[in-house]
Structures are given as structure tokens and as C-alpha cells.
């Protein structure tokens, strides 16, 4: 097990959770190094001892272990996380029982990665409070792109979700009252952006700059509708 000695810088009154990522794979160990640059505690395990030592020395804690087994995850002190990502990638049999065994002891919030719908369905079924599809949610803000539109969106829930657009030239010098987005299109601006900085909460008050950035939240066929106007 290996501990961090220099630890991320925190801001005033941010809460560092305690997580654990469950296989270190592209995705697990993505999500990992992203959580300890947001200041966040991390306990990184994986089967795989080689791929944990890759690792170790990014994380605050590595371990190689089995999770399907319970005694090991008491013993590495999941019960006491403030939550898991399960990112185990093909074995489905080693998910899905990691899963039950992290439920069975109390860890209080799980994210877990499906590999498929019903992989999916099966990890609901389970009581696993986020299910994760990395390729196929890739897969859309991809296609999103080739397609041609200028939305790169993420998705809240089921339907819902926000998105980033560039505002249309005719928006620009006009306030958010004047344009009356929501009465016309169903979709929320919560911020504006100048480039990918600078993000300002939006209000009614609001004038739209030339070239800015619109973070705008909504039903996805309505987000489409909205990009497609721009």
C-alpha cells in the first residue's frame, strides 16, 4: 500500500471524500488520478499487482486484491469509504459480485461501470446508486461532433441533461430576458463562458457577449432542438 506525501492543495471549505476505485483499467485509473487532482482521498485497487504498481505512486493509497472476496474488503476498510466506483471492465461475474459484497457491507454510495444494458440492469437491480456507460455516453458526445453540431453535452439522467453551445450571432447584445430562451426552447442557461474559463452563473440580467459560451441545462431532444438553432 503506498501513501501520497505531498497531498493535493484544498480550497476553503471543500470536503475531501474518501473513494475507492475498484479496477485501475483506462477508465478506473482515469477517474482515479481525476479524483485525487480534485483533492479527494483515493484507495485504488485492481487484481492485476503490475498494474497497481504503475499506479501506487499517483494515488493516495494501491492495493492489489480481490474484491469478490468480503473478508479482504473489510479488512482494506471499504465499510468506512464515502463511496466505490466498481470500473471492473470484462469480467461481468467479478462486477456484478463486488457489487453485492460492497452493499452487504454498507458502503454508502456506489458508482458502478456497465458494459452493457443488461450489465446495466442487473447493477440497478442491485441497488447500485450510479450506473456508468463510458463508451456509449462517449459515443454520443462523439457523434455529437461529427454530426455537426455544436453541442457537447453530458447526461444528468435519464433524458436530462446540460449542455455547452456557442451562442448564435443574433443572441449577442441581447439579455437573457429579451431572449426569453426558456419560453422559446424548453431549456434552461444556467452560466455563460468566455473560452473554456471564466464560467459566470447566468441570470436574467445577463447579456450575451460575442463569442461566448452558453452552459445550458434541459431535456436532451430539447438541448438538440436549441444547437440546431444556433
Known sequence: MKTLSN???RKRGFHAANVAVIGLGRFGSALALELVNSGHQVLGIDSDEKVVQAISADLTHAVAADTTDEETLRE???SDMDSAVVAIGVDLEA?????????EIGVPEIWAKAMSDSHGRILGQLGVDHVIFPEKDMGKRIAHSVGGDQLDY?????GFAMAKTIAAPSFVGKSLTELAIRREYGVI???????????????????IGDGEYLIVAGPKDKLETFSRAQ
Request: charged share 15%; glycine share 6%; net charge negative.
Open 7 to 9: 497531498k493535493p492543495t
Open 76 to 78: 482494506l476498510g471499504l
Open 95 to 103: 462486477s456484478i459480485l463486488t457489487v453485492s459484497l460492497l452493499k
Open 154 to 158: 453530458i447526461e444528468i439522467d435519464e
Open 189 to 207: 442557461v444556467v452560466a455563460t463562458a468566455s473560452g473554456d474559463v471564466n464560467y459566470v452563473p447566468a441570470t436574467p440580467a445577463t447579456v
